[in-house]
C-alpha cells in the first residue's frame, strides 16, 4: 500500500542521517568531560546552571516555612487540649492537661491572699470533679481518692494563709473562710453516698476549718488575737483572757462647745459676786486675748505716752481636736496601738 511504503522509506532516510555509532560515543565522552570539569562548590558565573543556584537559595526558606506550620500546628492543639480539658475528670487522658493549667494559672498569683483565693477554687474543683463522677457512675475508687487527696491539700493550705493574713489585717477573710467551708461541707455531705470512707477525713477537715474561723472571729476585738503558732489549719486563737479593745472613735469638729454661765456672771467668777462658770466642752481650746489701746490723753503734759486699758479683750477660740486612731499590730499575734484612746 501506498503509505506503508512512504512510511518506509522514512524509516531508511532516518537511519541514513542519523550519527553513527562512533559519533554517539564521542558525544557522550565530550558531555561527561564537561560535566567532571564542573566546580559546584564555586559561585557560578553568569552563564552557570540556574537550576542549581535556584535551589541552594529557596532550601533555608523552605526550612523556615516548615518550621513555622509546625509550630502552628502544635499551637492548636496544645490550645485545643486546654479547651477540652476543662471538663476532663480523675483518671481522663486529659486530666493532667488541666492540672498543669492550674499550676500556670497559681504562678500567676503574686501575692498571699491571691493565692489563697486560688488554693480554695482547685478545692471547690475537686468537688465539682466528684460531683461529676458521681453522675458518670462506674468511676474507679482510685479516682475518687485522687480528688479527695487534692481537696485536703488545697484546703488546708487556703485555710492556713487566710487565717494568718486575716488575723493581721480586718479580719473579712475569716468571713470567708468559714462560709467557703459551711458551703463545700454541704455538698460534700450530699455526695458521700458516692464516696469511699476516705471522705470523712476530708468532712472533719472543713469541720476543723470552720472552728478556726469561729474562734479566731470571736477574738478579732481582744488585744491578743493568736498565739503566734500555727497547725495543718492555720494561726491557732490565744487562750488567755479577752482584753476588749476600747471602741476607736475619731471626731473631726472644729466648733468649739459653748459655755454656760449662771445670771450674767463675769468671766473671772467668783472675785466679783458672780456665780462660777461652768465648762460643757472636752475639746481643748487656746484663747489669744487683743488688748484695746486707749485713745491719747487731751491734758497734762506734752510728751506724756497713750495708757493701755484691757476693758473687754477680744478673746480668739481655736478648737485642739486630740486625734484619735490605731496602729497595725508590729508582729503577728501583737495588739494593735491604740492613739488617743
Known amino acids: 500500500m501506498e503509505h506503508e511504503r ?8 532516518a537511519d541514513a542521517v542519523g550519527p553513527t555509532p562512533r559519533e554517539r ?4 565522552l565530550r558531555v561527561l568531560a564537561e560535566f567532571e570539569a564542573m566546580d559546584f562548590e564555586a559561585p557560578p558565573g553568569p552563564g552557570g546552571p540556574v537550576r542549581n543556584l535556584a535551589g541552594r537559595s529557596t532550601a533555608p526558606g523552605r526550612l523556615m516555612v516548615a518550621l513555622a506550620a509546625a509550630l502552628c500546628l502544635i499551637l492548636s492543639l496544645g490550645a485545643m487540649s486546654l479547651l477540652l480539658s476543662r471538663d476532663a475528670l480523675p483518671g481522663d487522658p486529659l486530666y493532667a492537661i488541666k492540672r498543669t493549667a492550674e499550676s500556670a494559672s497559681f504562678g500567676l498569683a503574686f501575692d498571699d491572699a491571691a493565692k489563697a483565693r486560688k488554693h480554695l477554687d482547685f478545692a471547690t474543683a475537686r468537688i465539682d470533679e466528684m460531683d461529676g463522677m458521681a453522675a458518670r457512675g462506674n468511676t474507679p475508687i482510685g479516682s475518687y481518692l485522687t480528688a479527695l487527696t487534692d481537696f485536703d491539700a488545697d484546703a488546708a493550705a487556703g485555710s492556713r494563709l487566710l487565717t494568718v493574713l486575716s488575723t493581721n489585717g480586718d479580719g ?3 468571713t470567708y473562710l468559714r462560709d467557703w467551708a459551711k458551703s463545700q461541707a454541704q455538698r460534700l ?9 476516705r471522705a470523712d477525713t476530708s468532712a472533719e477537715l472543713l469541720t476543723a476549718i470552720t472552728d478556726r474561723a469561729n474562734a479566731l472571729i470571736s477574738r478579732l476585738n481582744c488585744y491578743t488575737i493568736t498565739a503566734g503558732t500555727t497547725d495543718d489549719v492555720g494561726a491557732l486563737p490565744a487562750t488567755g483572757p479577752c482584753a476588749t479593745r ?4 475619731q471626731s473631726f ?11 450674767g456672771s463675769a468671766p473671772n467668777g467668783g472675785a466679783n459676786g458672780g456665780g462660777a ?11 489669744f486675748t487683743t488688748p484695746t489701746a486707749a485713745p491719747p490723753a487731751t491734758t497734762g503734759s506734752k510728751g506724756s505716752s497713750p495708757t493701755t486699758t484691757s476693758d473687754r479683750p477680744a478673746g480668739v477660740t481655736v ?10 499590730p508590729l508582729l503577728p499575734g501583737l495588739p494593735s496601738i491604740v492613739l488617743g484612746g
Open 246 to 249: 476600747p471602741p476607736v472613735e
Open 25 to 28: 560515543e564521542r558525544m557522550r
Open 189 to 197: 455531705k450530699a455526695l458521700r453516698p458516692s464516696l469511699p470512707a
Open 253 to 263: 469638729s472644729t466648733a468649739p462647745t459653748p459655755t454656760q454661765r449662771s445670771n
Open 172 to 174: 473579712s477573710g475569716l
Open 6 to 13: 512512504v512510511a518506509d522509506l522514512l524509516r531508511r532516510s
Open 277 to 287: 462658770m461652768t465648762p460643757t466642752t472636752s475639746t481643748p481650746t487656746v484663747t
Open 319 to 328: 478648737p485642739l481636736p486630740v486625734p484619735l486612731g490605731s496602729l497595725p
